[in-house]
């Protein structure tokens, strides 16, 4: 006998979506539905828990991602309420299927180039951007915006989609000495690119390009972390590392001497980077899922990691 299937209104609690996602997406139809406008209020919290039978943190969740995405407001003491919406950065952040949604919109998408100049980071600048003046790497998820998810039935199509318009990125970049390292992201982050091997069918071909490695993420999609990092060997430009957890490398189950072991191999000689996200500011904590201290400090993150890497390899 087949199961039932859940309601549209409702958490369907056998689907492969994180729930905090699934109710995002039903805040939203909710808001269409009701024709709420910029400023209505939206079902607090606890109502939330109640009507769909799921944690505050889940709650918590799904409404800190829609105030990223600009779609409400939460006031504190007061209520979470609907925002006008950030259409022109959620248009840019939407790689796959632009220029359709666009047509089908009754637009027409081009682009003008006004002005192409090379203006150097002063100190200021550097500094807002935590890297320093000439800093040969940009590394991150250079492919779409982080958190959003979709079922792919295209993945070479949007590849080849997503060469094109990251190549004139790319060859800027390579003509001032820069590499774009693009960074695998897991299945609860992004759709597009979530392992070594989905990065390098998806830069096939595309120079000025490299590989951006994150344990974290690694420690989800990849079945054998070195291994992984053998098959980058010669495209990683960034490395990034932390505990399983977010927290401090050598606390937690990650072959820490293997791993190293195959960035050595692979003929990396860049930076290898602790990358942790602290539980005392709200609005990170919420947005990177991190529920708990991962340490008595911050700084002991970066100290306590540092050496256990030290301890491994010369080159960390």
Same mark, same amino acid.
């Given at each position: 006998?087949?199961?039932?299937?859940?309601?549209?209104?409702?958490?369907?609690?056998?689907?492969?979506?994180?729930?905090?996602?699934?109710?995002?997406?039903?805040?939203?139809?909710?808001?269409?539905?009701?024709?709420? @406008?910029?400023?209505?209020?939206?079902?607090?919290?606890?109502?939330?828990?109640?009507?769909?039978?799921?944690?505050?943190?889940?709650?918590?969740?799904?409404?800190?991602?829609?105030?990223?995405?600009?779609?409400?407001?939460?006031?504190?003491?007061?209520?979470?309420?609907?925002?006008?919406?950030?259409?022109?950065?959620?248009?840019?952040?939407?790689?796959?299927?632009?220029?359709?949604?666009?047509?089908?919109?009754?637009?027409?998408?081009?682009?003008?180039?006004?002005?192409?100049?090379?203006?150097?980071?002063?100190?200021?600048?550097?500094?807002?951007?935590?890297?320093?003046?000439?800093?040969?790497?940009?590394?991150?998820?250079?492919?779409?915006?982080?958190?959003?998810?979709?079922?792919?039935?295209?993945?070479?199509?949007?590849?080849?989609?997503?060469?094109?318009?990251?190549?004139?990125?790319?060859?800027?970049?390579?003509?001032?000495?820069?590499?774009?390292?693009?960074?695998?992201?897991?299945?609860?982050?992004?759709?597009?690119?979530?392992?070594?091997?989905?990065?390098?069918?998806?830069?096939?071909?595309?120079?000025?390009?490299?590989?951006?490695?994150?344990?974290?993420?690694?420690?989800?999609?990849?079945?054998?972390?070195?291994?992984?990092?053998?098959?980058?060997?010669?495209?990683?430009?960034?490395? @990034?590392?932390?505990?399983?957890?977010?927290?401090?490398?050598?606390?937690?189950?990650?072959?820490?001497?293997?791993?190293?072991?195959?960035?050595?191999?692979?003929?990396?000689?860049?930076?290898?980077?602790?990358?942790?996200?602290?539980?005392?500011?709200?609005?990170?904590?919420?947005?990177?899922?991190?529920?708990?201290?991962?340490?008595?400090?911050?700084?002991?993150?970066?100290?306590?990691?540092?050496?256990?890497?030290?301890?491994?390899?010369?080159?960390?």
């Amino acid at each position: 006998m087949a199961a039932a299937r859940p309601a549209e209104d409702e958490i369907d609690r056998h689907s492969a979506a994180p729930m905090y996602d699934q109710l995002r997406h039903l805040i939203l139809d909710g808001i269409e539905r009701d024709g709420l @406008q910029p400023g209505d209020p939206l079902p607090g919290e606890h109502r939330l828990c109640e009507r769909y039978g799921i944690s505050r943190t889940v709650v918590r969740q799904a409404l800190a991602q829609l105030e990223h995405e600009g779609m409400v407001e939460r006031v504190k003491g007061k209520g979470t309420f609907v925002s006008r919406p950030r259409t022109s950065e959620a248009l840019v952040h939407t790689l796959i299927g632009l220029f359709d949604d666009v047509e089908r919109r009754g637009g027409h998408v081009h682009s003008d180039i006004l002005r192409h100049e090379r203006a150097d980071a002063d100190a200021d600048v550097a500094a807002a951007l935590e890297v320093p003046v000439g800093s040969p790497v940009i590394a991150g998820p250079a492919y779409a915006s982080v958190g959003r998810t979709w079922r792919l039935a295209d993945r070479a199509g949007a590849y080849r989609e997503l060469r094109e318009h990251l190549a004139p990125v790319a060859e800027y970049a390579a003509e001032r000495g820069v590499t774009v390292a693009v960074e695998p992201l897991n299945r609860y982050e992004t759709s597009l690119i979530n392992t070594v091997d989905q990065a390098l069918e998806a830069l096939d071909g595309l120079a000025g390009c490299a590989l951006a490695l994150d344990v974290y993420h690694m420690n989800i999609e990849e079945t054998d972390l070195p291994a992984a990092v053998g098959r980058a060997a010669g495209r990683i430009a960034h490395v @990034q590392v932390s505990a399983n957890d977010r927290g401090a490398p050598g606390r937690d189950h990650l072959d820490w001497r293997a791993i190293m072991e195959a960035l050595d191999r692979s003929g990396y000689t860049g930076p290898v980077v602790i990358e942790s996200f602290t539980a005392h500011n709200a609005t990170i904590a919420t947005a990177a899922s991190v529920w708990r201290p991962l340490a008595p400090t911050q700084d002991a993150i970066a100290v306590d990691g540092l050496r256990h890497l030290r301890s491994l390899t010369h080159h960390a």
